[in-house]
């Protein structure tokens, strides 16, 4: 059984909390939340969601996609239930999209690549 929890260490105790959670959802607010438009793999309009929770959306071809994202350095990085892995990056003003087949790593060459626009 525990020591009670006396009223100072309950408040340290709520404002690490606090900071955890804050800090916690930092990694996923910034410049990546929005929509996206690009392509898929064989050409066909793809439409990207990444929220400010850290879930990600997508819609291409008929198919409906959900995953979460995670700001990683210069790039927001999608981890799809597929398996798949879409990579966005920022080079300047422009939006690169990067695709990885389930199983490889960002750190392997891409399946495919092409351009991407913040639409939002």
């Known amino acids: 059984m525990g020591l009670p929890m006396t009223h100072t260490s309950l408040k340290v105790f709520l404002v690490a909390g606090l900071i ?63 398996g798949w892995t879409t990579k966005l990056s920022k080079d300047g003003d422009r939006y690169q999209k990067s695709a990885y087949r389930a199983g490889a790593s960002t750190q392997d060459d891409p399946t495919h690549t092409t351009g991407a626009e913040k639409i939002e």
């Open 20 to 82: 955890a959670v804050l800090t916690g959802s930092a990694g996923f607010a910034g410049d990546w939340t929005g929509n996206y438009m690009t392509e898929d793999t064989k050409g066909n309009a793809f439409r990207i969601v990444l929220s400010g929770d850290g879930k990600a959306a997508g819609e291409k071809d008929g198919h409906v996609l959900s995953g979460t994202w995670t700001n990683e350095g210069d790039a927001a990085v999608i981890k799809w239930d597929s």
